[in-house]
Nanobody
Framework: QVQLVESGGGLVQPGGSLRLSCAAS????????VGWYRQAPGKQRELVAQ???????NYADSVKGRFTLSRGNARNTVYLQMNSLKPEDTSIYYC?????????WGQGTQVTVSS
């Protein structure tokens, strides 16, 4: 069992930046994938960015060039640096870890981009 805890969300103006953190109770880089999803009200949960086994990083087209997914020095932390934020980035952001066909999720952190 792996527990994921997100932090770093908040209210930011358009064009601003936030850095989300995900701290896990164990190694989250030994499985199939680790990364971030988001879900806005009335919409389906969507992939934002993830690192898959082998080290490749995938980004949603809507965040390419603005968001950066990175690993912490320890094998239980992952970050999402979000720059040039737009109102349409407003969502609950979830950390996700997949291993052996099972998906682990954090409780989510709210990101609101508004002036």
């Amino acid at each position: 069992q792996v527990q994921l805890v997100e932090s770093g969300g908040g209210l930011v103006q358009p064009g601003g930046s936030l850095r989300l953190s995900c701290a896990a109770s164990g190694d989250i880089f030994s499985g199939n994938a680790v990364g971030w999803y988001r879900q806005a009200p009335g919409k389906q949960r969507e992939l934002v960015a993830q690192i898959i086994s082998g080290g490749r990083t995938n980004y949603a087209d809507s965040v390419k060039g603005r968001f950066t997914l990175s690993r912490g020095n320890a094998r239980n932390t992952v970050y999402l640096q979000m720059n040039s934020l737009k109102p349409e980035d407003t969502s609950i952001y979830y950390c996700s870890y997949s291993r052996s066909g099972y998906d682990y999720w954090g409780q989510g952190t709210q990101v609101t981009v508004s002036s």
